[in-house]
Every structure is written in C-alpha cells, then in structure tokens.
C-alpha cells in the first residue's frame, strides 16, 4: 500500500472525498472554512468554490452542480455562477445543529445527517432529500452523523452515530426510500480513542471505515468482522473513497 500527498490545499477540516467517474474529477470539502474542491487525480487543475456556511457533504446532480449538506439545511451550488440556493432547512430551531455526512442511493436520495456542533446530546436526524426535492425523516436521536453508504445491492444501509461505538446497519427499501431494523453491524475499537467516521462499500460488499483519532482505515467484511487494517500517516482520518483506475482517496 503507498500513501502520498494528492495536493496539499491546508483544510482546517478536510472530508468527503466524492469521486465523478464522467469527468474524472475528484471533489473533497473544507467542513469548517466553508469550500469545495475539485481537481484531477494526480492534483492537476485545482478549483475551488467558496460557500457560505459550514459544509458537511455534497453530491453531484446529473444536471449540472451539486447538492450540498450545509449548516443550515440542504442547498444547491452552481458550479458555472458560484452561487448557493437553499432547498430546505429540516431543523430551523435547532440552531447548535448542523447537518453533516451525506451520500446518495441509487435512485437519486441524498441521504444526509444531523449532528449536535457541541458533540454533546442525541440532537441530531437522519434526513432524506429526494429527486424531487422533498425532504423526509428517516431517523433521529444522533449525536454526531456519519460514514452513510449501501451495500452493492442496494437493499443495506450502513451509518454511524460516531460516539456510539458502533457502525449500525439497516434493512433499507429501494422503492421508498425509508430505513429499518436497525441493528448492530460492528463495534468501534476505542481503546486508543477512535472513533467511526466516513465510509464506502467496495464492490464485493466490504465496508471501508476511517477511524477518526486513531489514523486507521478498516475494513470490514460483510458480517462486521475486522478483514483489513491500513495505517495511515495521519491521526485525524476522516473519510475514504474510491478513484481513478487504482486509488483509494482518504481525507
């Protein structure tokens, strides 16, 4: 395994890295300074985009642009102008709350989640904003949402409230969008303060999980047991992707 620098742009909370397989591009966001990122996969033909609050995720549209998780809400962002356009705001009262993690299923949901900014209480959602705009409830009493993904067939949905210890797993239904069941899929080794943060699915159904504080990448296999485990040079990972013809992207 070799890790390298892609390009060293000095985020103050680097996340989210999201592969775009038509433009061979790689996007990753600056959660706390408020920018999306863009550049090929060797670093070449950096961009960049300011936007007005803290960000959490993002994902592109077919259209053009991208969907993004802010701290206020889910909005659209307009690659060609720059500009930032509110869809909806699911938590207008709970203003210590920001929406954090997010990634899309295969019929087009972004699926996204609430956390407490502070860390401290189960004040947080788990959202679904679909195609057509609308936003539903999918769960809540979160403290901190993280790590969304499916498996390949689309029918799991794995998720992590991160200081939960654990990884959970839900029965998810392709057709409506809505989660069950939810259950255990594995524990968190916190022994060294790790903590669950992004994750991805490989092809053959094995979760990748970047343990936050414990500068690990895991990778687990289809029951929850431990297949796989890369050190990073780094602490504080936060999220893992695929990219490229061979690369495996970690924020």
């Known amino acids: ?11 103050t909370l680097g996340e989210g890295p999201l592969w775009d397989v038509d433009e061979q591009r790689l996007y990753w966001i600056d959660s706390f300074d408020g920018r999306v990122f863009r550049s090929t996969a060797d670093g070449r033909e950096l ?3 300011d936007v007005p609050q803290k960000i959490g995720s993002m994902a592109l549209r077919r259209s053009g642009g991208a969907v993004l998780s802010l701290q206020r809400g889910f909005h659209l962002l307009d690659f060609n102008t720059g500009d930032v356009e509110l869809i909806h705001d699911p938590e207008p009262g709970l203003t210590a709350n920001r929406i954090n993690d997010g990634k899309v299923d295969k019929a087009g949901r972004f699926v996204a989640g609430s956390m407490d900014t502070m860390e401290e ?3 947080g959602a788990l959202y679904s904003l679909g195609p057509d705009l609308k936003v539903t409830k999918l769960d809540q009493g979160i403290v901190c949402s993280n790590g969304p993904c499916w498996s390949p067939d689309g029918k799991l949905f794995y998720f992590a409230d991160t200081w939960s210890g654990e990884i959970w797993v839900y029965d998810y239904d392709q057709v409506t969008g809505a989660v069950s069941n939810r259950r255990t899929f594995t524990k968190i080794d916190t022994s060294r303060g ?3 943060d992004g994750s991805t699915v490989d092809s053959e159904g094995f979760l990748w999980n970047a343990q936050v ?14 297949d796989r485990v890369i050190e990073m040079p780094v602490k504080k990972v936060t ?4 990219g490229g013809p061979i690369s495996i992207f970690s924020m």
């Open 239 to 242: 999220s893992v992707m695929f």
């Open 213 to 226: 504080y414990d500068g690990k990448i895991i990778r687990y296999a289809p029951d929850g047991s431990v």
């Open 194 to 196: 790790g903590a669950a």
């Open 47 to 49: 961009r960049s985009w």
């Open 1 to 11: 395994m070799r890790i390298e620098v892609l390009v060293d742009v000095k985020t």
């Open 121 to 123: 209480g189960p004040n």
